[in-house]
């Protein structure tokens, strides 16, 4: 049972480059989450998913597409990446909403040059 | 707007002491809070969550709300050097909003 895990741990992008960030559950959890942490600001929300097939913007979704492939897999995509995106992105799933205790995969370093 | 505050430390206390840690929020509508442990470099994870007045105990940490003062806070009884960590105040707006953590130092 590995819980949430997260790929890549570390990536550095050039401006204007893209990617995606993979997030996988094994929990049979229903909402996913994807949140960015910057230093001396906390975690913020980017973006939900309630459950398969629905998504929804959180607190920063500026810059970021999601996709809710299916229960367990929730990709961010960043089309075309600028150095203010340079963070620690951490995915995480509840089994319930948004008022269910969260757990949290290891997190993505990325820095965009 | 929706906020959490929280005092950013650091906070150091001698082993043994108790920690306290405190939280602040914006919306008198809230109704659900938790606190979450984060050491250096790795993800948060849950400590405790809260959803009524009063004191909540598990173990060594117990979580305080007082929905009137708009306050959250964490007690860490018998300070361990392993509990040295950032903890991270997470209250639900309708979406999760965290403070930016209070850095805590545990000195054997």
């Known amino acids: 049972n590995a819980g949430v895990t997260q790929t890549p741990k570390f990536q550095v992008l050039k401006t204007g480059q893209s990617m995606t960030l993979q997030c996988a559950q094994d929990?049979?959890?229903?909402?996913m989450y994807w949140y960015r942490q910057d230093p001396g600001m906390g975690l913020r929300l980017i973006y939900y998913?309630?459950?398969?097939?629905?998504?929804d913007k959180g607190e920063v979704p500026n810059g970021y597409n999601v996709s809710r492939l299916n229960k367990r897999e929730f990709s961010l995509r960043l089309e075309s990446a600028a150095p203010s995106q340079t963070s620690v992105y951490f995915c995480?799933?509840?089994?319930?909403?948004?008022?269910?205790?969260?757990?949290f995969g290891p997190g993505t370093r990325l820095t965009v040059l | 707007q929706k906020e959490v505050e929280q005092n950013s430390g650091p906070l150091s206390v001698p082993e043994g002491a108790i920690a306290s840690l405190n939280c602040t929020y914006s919306?008198?509508?809230?109704?659900?809070f938790f606190w979450y442990r984060q050491y250096s470099g790795k993800s948060p994870e849950l400590i405790m969550s809260?959803?009524?007045?009063g004191d909540k105990e598990d173990g060594r940490f117990t979580a305080q709300l007082n929905k009137a003062s708009q306050y959250v806070s964490l007690l860490i009884r018998d300070s361990q050097p392993s509990d040295s960590a950032t903890y991270l105040c997470?209250?639900?707006?309708?979406?999760?909003?965290f403070g930016a953590g209070t850095r805590l130092t545990v000195k054997p």
């Open positions: 995480a799933s509840s089994f319930g909403d948004l008022l269910d205790t969260q757990y």
């Open positions: 919306d008198r509508g809230s109704q659900s």
């Open positions: 998913s309630a459950s398969e097939g629905t998504t």
């Open positions: 997470a209250v639900n707006y309708g979406d999760m909003r």
């Open positions: 809260i959803y009524s007045n």
């Open positions: 929990m049979n959890h229903n909402s």
